[in-house]
């Protein structure tokens, strides 16, 4: 696949995955991508490799892209594996080509693959440039975007920002993704990259001033349309702001009696004009999906069980999810369940008490046992007290 005229996609689709975790915890039922980019110059760069599971085909694709030339350079932008696996590979068959990297690339190639080809190698950083011949490569450091050592490269001569992980996807790319491309980019930014919103936005800042017409991720499509839309939902994304008005309800329920106060909750939301609400059970589904749901919504509420003095494991996972990638700017409200001595929206307010801009619901619902009239009463006052900010 041509990017450009110059720029030749020589990247992978993965689904052996799909019966997998991608990084050892998040399904990718529709398989994932570890793209890699050829420039043809007077000099040859390659952009990154792929996965160590695709060697002999990434290969096969360079190769094939090369139409028998030579490539000068290997620019290593992200030290993941799953975009370094075959520095080696590709230095041993190219012995002539030099390998492009940050300081904390070449520390971490040497520490991953017992080599940091000291002969071979360009270090760059902030600015520095490097001449294809009719295309000038600019590069701009990335720190915790979402490693220490990542680069980004703009060419401006095509006016293609190479992203490395930012702007990607879950997702192979050689399948259609029925829900387009936010969802699952959205669950990946939050998944992988949340933590990081300020590194994020400092990069932002930067791609600002840039003509950019193509972003071409690591993961994911390339992105040659409506550029717009991608640059302002990740300015949403990294500077945790509300992307959806609406409730995103995270429960778990032991007897089920928690998940019913949970559909009659929903219900009344509804009945009283809530413009969208949404729920998970966070045992059943997947995690990350509702990671990214509590980030997309403005208002959170936390549904679980008392358990052992504290609450549901996967309640507690869950928040201690939404606190590692510093979720803030939201309101939450809490439901509890007890049969003898309820203390779960205690434990759930402790937790989230050091957030940033958190607006607690001041009418919580407490469950002993099972529903009941005085229950539903409480359900009813905490949906109308949400239901002042819509």
Not at 227 to 233: M, Q
Request: glycine residues 6%; negative net charge.
């Amino acid at each position: 696949m041509r990017v450009t005229d110059d720029i030749i996609y020589v990247g992978v689709n993965d689904h052996e995955i799909e019966a997998d975790l991608f990084e050892g915890q998040y399904e990718v039922p529709l398989g994932m991508a570890y793209n890699s980019y050829l420039i043809k110059d007077e000099k040859i760069a390659v952009m990154d490799s792929v996965d160590g599971d695709f060697e002999e085909e990434w290969l096969e694709n360079v190769k094939n892209a090369l139409g028998g030339a030579t490539p000068e350079y290997l620019v290593v932008q992200h030290m993941e594996p799953d975009h370094s696996a075959n520095i080696t590979a590709f230095m041993n068959k190219y012995k002539d080509a030099k390998v492009v990297a940050s300081t904390n690339a070449f520390k971490m190639m040497k520490n991953f693959y017992g080599e940091d080809y000291e002969d071979r190698r360009i270090v760059v950083g902030e600015g520095d440039t490097l001449s294809l011949g009719k295309h000038e490569l600019t590069f701009i450091t990335a720190p915790m975007v979402h490693w220490p050592e990542v680069i980004m490269t703009y060419d401006k001569t095509d006016k293609v920002l190479f992203s490395a992980d930012a702007f990607g996807k879950f997702g192979a790319n050689d399948v259609e993704d029925p829900e387009g491309w936010a969802c699952e980019a959205r669950r990946y930014y939050f998944g992988i990259v949340g933590k990081y919103g300020v590194q994020v936005q400092n990069v932002l800042k930067k791609a600002a001033n840039l003509d950019i017409q193509i972003i071409c991720p690591l993961h994911g499509p390339v992105l040659d349309d409506n550029l717009s839309y991608y640059l302002e939902t990740y300015d949403t994304w990294s500077s945790y702001n509300v992307e959806t008005k609406g409730v995103f309800i995270a429960y778990t329920s032991v007897y089920g009696n928690t998940k019913q106060a949970v559909e009659e909750l929903a219900k009344v939301l509804e009945d009283k004009g809530c413009p969208r609400v949404e729920y998970a059970d966070l045992a059943r589904e997947d995690m990350f999906e509702s990671i990214e749901d509590a980030f997309r919504h403005d208002t959170l509420i936390l549904a679980t069980t008392t358990y052992n003095g504290d609450i549901f494991p996967f309640m507690r996972t869950f928040i201690t999810h939404l606190i590692e990638r510093g979720y803030k700017n939201r309101t939450i409200g809490f439901v509890e369940n007890g049969s003898w001595a309820p203390t779960a929206a205690r434990v759930m307010k402790s937790m989230l008490e050091e957030s940033k801009d958190i607006n607690f619901v001041e009418n919580k619902v407490t469950i002993t046992s099972a529903l009941n009239d005085e229950t539903r009463a409480q359900i009813d006052k905490m949906a109308d007290e949400i239901m002042k900010n819509y």
